[in-house]
């Protein structure tokens, strides 16, 4: 099959192109130039330079493939338009690429995020039955994206994943955040709270079954690993992964939000992406983020394979290999 993948050149992304060669799917990668190609350099993959932005490279980019796994998102942006523009009108313009082109889309696969649902109660674990209630412009974004492509369930056959916070071997965000921190030899704990967690191979695997089974042509998924997770437990997993004691620091809240204006700052002087913003400030505000895996596995046949202390210990490596810690 021919398969087109959006955002292949990032960190989950990659990923999944991996995977899809080893299941002899003939690639192509949708990627904007300057991108860092470092970790798709070399594979057997068809690269078309184009961007979800740009309606005439979304033509030559789902010409004549059998499926497409949108990925490409920004995850960090200065305000609601930035989320917009790619988050929204991006995913709109791909999916009215592929309605126009008259493609017999086997499966439009969207890559969405429990952020689009929003938290939780203490004592609440939400479905993909329930009702989205996102709390930051990153989810309501995405949740609009998720209501554009139920409006056009007649024209194009897709499924939506919902993605935990994912976590594994290439990334460079909030995780890494917590590895490099505990290599400082500090253990910072802002607040309570529970979520789902997913390590990157998971992911894959979730998405790839979501695309084949006929069961799942218009509805969503959470894709995470069953097992709800504390943010002690996430750090205690990687202390042990690293062989580290690390000073457990408490810190409240609010110091959390003094420190917004420097990262913004900070990203600006270096021209890096922006670390940590308001988002994440309300993400952590809301500390629980309890999601059923139950349609997934009994409808997909899904089952994380790796538990939090196994993919600690393989992301704690390759950061290692890799020199990044």
């Known amino acids: 099959m021919k398969v087109l993948v959006t955002g292949g050149s990032g960190f989950i992304g990659s990923h999944l192109i991996e995977a899809l060669l080893e299941g002899k799917h003939e ?5 904007v130039k300057g991108d860092d190609l470092s970790w798709i350099q070399g594979l057997k993959i068809e690269i078309v330079y184009g961007n979800t932005t ?4 979304l033509e030559k980019a789902v010409k004549g493939v059998d499926y497409v796994y949108h990925l490409a998102a920004v995850l960090l942006a200065p305000d609601y338009e930035g989320y917009h523009r790619i988050n929204y009108e991006g995913t709109k313009n791909i999916v009215d690429a592929c309605i126009e082109s008259g493609l017999n889309l086997k499966r439009f696969i969207f890559v969405s995020s429990v952020a689009a649902g929003g938290p939780t109660g203490k ?5 993909e039955e329930s009702k989205g ?11 609009k994206a998720e209501k554009y492509l139920e409006s056009v369930k007649d024209k194009i056959s897709f499924t939506i994943i919902r993605l935990s916070v994912v976590y594994g071997p290439r990334e460079k965000g909030a995780i890494y955040s917590c590895y490099r921190v505990i290599n400082a030899g500090f253990k910072p704990l802002l607040g309570k709270g529970i979520s789902n967690i997913c390590y990157v191979k998971d992911a894959v695997n979730g998405m790839i079954l979501a695309a084949r089974k006929d069961v799942a042509r ?3 998924y959470l894709i995470a690993q069953h097992e709800l997770v504390t943010r002690e437990e996430i750090f205690c997993s990687i202390e042990k992964a690293m062989g580290k004691k690390a000073l457990t620091l408490k810190i409240p809240l609010a110091v959390s939000l003094l420190a917004i204006p420097f990262f913004w700052l900070f990203s600006k002087v270096t021209g890096s992406e922006i670390i940590f913003n308001l988002r994440n400030y309300i993400d952590l505000r809301h500390g629980y983020w309890k999601y059923s895996t139950d349609r997934a596995e009994k409808e997909l046949g899904f089952n994380s394979e790796y ?4 993919g600690a210990r393989l992301t704690a490596d390759w950061y290692k290999q890799n020199g990044l810690l």
């Open 27 to 31: 690639i192509r990668c949708l990627v």
């Open 123 to 127: 004592d609440e674990v939400l479905t």
């Open 307 to 310: 538990g939090l202390e196994k």
């Open 133 to 143: 209630r996102p709390i930051s412009d990153y989810g309501r974004v995405k949740l």
């Open 218 to 220: 218009g509805k969503t």
């Open 54 to 57: 740009d309606r005439e490279s």
